[in-house]
C-alpha cells in the first residue's frame, strides 16, 4: 500500500520520521533510481543505502533480507 501524501512529504533523510526503510526503497529510492535510469542520467557516485539497511535490519523482520542487502550493495558499489 502506498504511503500517505504526508507520510511522502517528509523532509528528513530516507523519510526515517514517517517511513519503515523497506518502504522508502520501494516509493522513493526505487522510482528515483528507475527515473535516473530511463533519463540516462548518472547516477550517484555513493547512496550508502546498504549500512542503513544492515543496521535497519539486524533484528529479525518479515521478509528474507539476505537478497536484499546484496542488492543494495551492488547499488553501493
Not at 526515517?16 to 516509493?27: E, G, M, R, S, V
Not at 540516462?40 to 543505502?49: A, R
Amino acid at each position: 500500500m502506498a504511503p500517505s501524501p504526508e507520510a511522502m512529504a517528509s523532509t528528513m533523510p530516507f523519510m526515517y520520521d514517517t517511513l519503515k526503510l523497506q518502504q522508502w526503497l520501494q516509493w522513493v529510492f526505487l522510482p528515483r533510481l528507475r527515473a535516473v535510469i530511463e533519463a540516462g542520467g548518472q547516477l550517484p557516485c555513493q547512496s550508502h543505502v546498504h549500512p542503513l539497511a544492515e543496521h535497519e535490519w539486524s533484528q529479525p523482520v518479515e521478509f528474507d533480507k539476505r537478497q536484499l542487502l546484496a542488492l543494495l550493495q551492488g547499488i553501493d558499489d
